[in-house]
């Protein structure tokens, strides 16, 4: 099975920055794609910012020079770095990959996963 671990919330003053993790785990051949969304209770799921195999990334306007989003192939792990933090940024983070996993005599298969979230708290 493959599995996400999100890691790297908390509680940070406005301005201040976080640094999430996405750990990914299991029968994987390859990553695809990752990214991030986030969550306030009462409203949609919304995507912050994406990474294609090949490094290309793609960010929710309201993040824009604010937010980094990276990943290191060799450890399976993709990262959101968070810097001049918000209270508007306040949300539950998830983390997503499409992952191409080994299956049985040498099958593969391609599936969407998520994490567990991890709460984000921009309050001073």
């Known amino acids: 099975q493959v599995q996400l671990v999100e890691s790297g919330g908390g509680l940070v003053q406005p301005g201040g920055s976080l640094r999430l993790s996405c750990a990914a785990s299991?029968?994987?051949?390859?990553?695809?794609?990752m990214g991030w969304y986030r969550q306030v209770p009462g409203k949609q799921r919304e995507l912050v910012a994406t990474i294609t195999s090949g490094g290309s990334t793609s960010y929710l306007d309201s993040v824009k020079g604010r937010f980094t989003i990276s990943r290191d192939n060799a450890k399976n792990t993709g990262y959101l770095q968070m810097n001049s933090l918000k209270p508007e940024d306040t949300a539950v983070y998830y983390c997503?990959?499409?992952?191409?996993?080994?299956?049985?005599?040498?099958?593969?298969?391609?599936?969407?996963?998520w994490g567990q979230g991890t709460q984000v708290t921009v309050s001073s």
């Open positions: 299991g029968s994987i051949f390859t990553i695809n794609s």
């Open positions: 997503n990959a499409d992952i191409t996993k080994n299956g049985y005599l040498g099958s593969r298969t391609r599936q969407d996963y």
